[in-house]
């Protein structure tokens, strides 16, 4: 297994597959725009391979804020639907942490989706973290 951070166009599409396991509401074209936007604010992504093929992704963040200070905010996490429940996420999630602390990270957080419960399941009794909030959300783009 090999973690490398994603820069290139065509490694970013590759990875595209694996994260619409995750974000089953952007098509390729939305996707790579919005991945180009959010690099500027500082976003990288993340892949772990296996034989050469990328089985998990993470997109990260490194920020600061009030309330978590210096931190890793990991915006997505994801393993191909039919490569989980084999080590690659915590995999993953281990890297992620490790960049964390080499950054001067004080936390590494994230936000799951409340229907998630294996997720849920993964992040608590697997990898340590707590449940400290829930996400709020209201559209108010026009319809």
Known sequence: MQVSEL?????????FPVMRDLR???DEATYM???RTMTFAGYRLLALRDGGVIVAVAGIE??????????????????RADARSRGYGAALLAHVEDLGRRE??????LNSGVQ?????RFYE???GYVRTAYTFA???AAA
Not at 116 to 120: I, L, P
């Open 7 to 15: 820069r290139s166009e065509a490694g970013l599409r590759e990875a």
């Open 24 to 26: 089953t509401h952007l």
């Open 33 to 35: 725009d919005r991945v």
């Open 62 to 79: 490194v920020a600061t804020d009030l309330h978590l200070g210096r931190h890793v905010w990991v915006h997505d996490l994801v393993t």
């Open 104 to 109: 001067a990270c004080e936390t590494v957080a």
């Open 116 to 120: 998630r419960h294996d997720a849920h």
């Open 125 to 127: 009794t697997r990898m």
């Open 138 to 140: 209201k559209r108010v």
